[in-house]
């Protein structure tokens, strides 16, 4: 197995992170308010935009759980699906998709400035349609 390339920061599960799209920096990853459902939208702090990041480690894989500050709940995919458009939402149980992979980027633009987020079947968290679009 390949070995993953080393983070540029330790995350600390004590202090909120935003998840910004690298296309446009002002929009965050936030949990849409009703659903759960995590959609893009401006940046403004607001506690169902800032997660927790924990540290799992187990068989020599280091995994991550982002946990919303909102619902204290992780993210997952709905379903534990492994296909293209799944629906990844905050939920209070532990499933496959709640670990996710965070990996530095290597290469290009974003080398050492931006981390791929990778669910448990090696896809990357992204933006439907590709575009940073309010509410996508």
Same mark, same amino acid.
């Given at each position: 197995? %390949?070995? @993953?390339?080393?983070?540029?920061? %330790?995350?600390?599960? /004590?202090?909120?992170?935003?998840?910004?799209?690298?296309? *446009?920096?002002?929009?965050?990853?936030?949990?849409? %308010? =009703? @659903?759960?459902?995590?959609?893009?939208? *401006?940046?403004?702090?607001?506690?169902?935009?800032?997660?927790?990041?924990?540290?799992?480690?187990?068989?020599?894989? @280091?995994?991550?759980?982002?946990?919303?500050? /909102?619902?204290?709940?992780?993210?997952?995919?709905?379903? *534990?699906?492994?296909?293209? !458009? &799944?629906?990844?939402?905050?939920? +209070? !149980?532990?499933? +496959?998709?709640?670990?996710?992979?965070? %990996? #530095?980027?290597?290469? !290009?633009?974003? #080398?050492?400035?931006?981390?791929?987020?990778?669910?448990?079947? =090696?896809?990357?968290?992204?933006?439907? &349609? &590709?575009? +940073?679009?309010? &509410? /996508?």
């Amino acid at each position: 197995m %390949e070995a @993953t390339q080393q983070l540029y920061f %330790e995350p600390c599960p /004590t202090i909120p992170y935003k998840v910004v799209s690298v296309m *446009d920096g002002l929009k965050a990853f936030t949990l849409q %308010e =009703g @659903t759960n459902k995590l959609i893009l939208q *401006d940046y403004k702090a607001a506690p169902n935009q800032l997660f927790n990041v924990y540290v799992f480690n187990n068989n020599n894989q @280091t995994r991550y759980a982002l946990v919303n500050l /909102t619902t204290n709940q992780a993210l997952w995919i709905e379903g *534990d699906s492994p296909k293209d !458009g &799944g629906v990844i939402k905050s939920d +209070p !149980g532990q499933h +496959p998709s709640s670990f996710l992979e965070i %990996e #530095a980027v290597s290469k !290009g633009d974003w #080398a050492g400035k931006a981390c791929y987020l990778k669910t448990f079947c =090696g896809r990357a968290l992204d933006i439907k &349609g &590709g575009k +940073p679009n309010p &509410g /996508t």
